[in-house]
């Protein structure tokens, strides 16, 4: 069924035992020939559905899905107002050009010095 050798994963989608919760298929696993159930789990009742749902819907089902959702939103205006903010107003050679001068403000001003900077990153005390 898979092509490959092994195992031959099913679903069952809406299975009687989860009735009240949003999505808790029944994950199977059957031995090559279909004879024997090798194993069987529900959806978020194992350690990659588990991570998986708590990072689609925070485990909070509809609620959850609502707030990523909206969340999505609030990250995309965050990414577009950047962008705006960021875009060179002048020339695209002058805005990209390596300015020796900005570093003393930035990271070497917080009294870090970062490995693989070039000389003129590391601020004098």
């Not at 002058?94 to 009294?111: D, F, S, V």
Request: with cysteine.
């Amino acid at each position: 069924m898979t092509g490959k050798p092994g195992a031959i994963p099913a679903r069952y989608y809406n299975p009687p035992e989860r009735a009240g919760h949003d999505f808790r298929p029944m994950m199977v696993w059957l031995s090559p020939d279909g004879s024997q159930i090798l194993r069987r789990d529900y959806w978020g009742e194992y350690a990659v559905t588990f991570i998986y749902d708590l990072h689609y819907r925070l485990l909070l089902g509809e609620t959850g899905g609502a707030i990523l959702g909206w969340l999505g939103f609030v990250l995309l205006a965050l990414l577009l107002s950047g962008l705006w903010a960021w875009w060179p107003r002048g020339s695209w050679r002058k805005a990209l050009r390596l300015k020796p001068g900005a570093t003393r403000t930035g990271a070497c001003g917080t009294g870090t010095s970062l490995p693989g900077c070039p000389v003129w990153c590391f601020c004098s005390s």
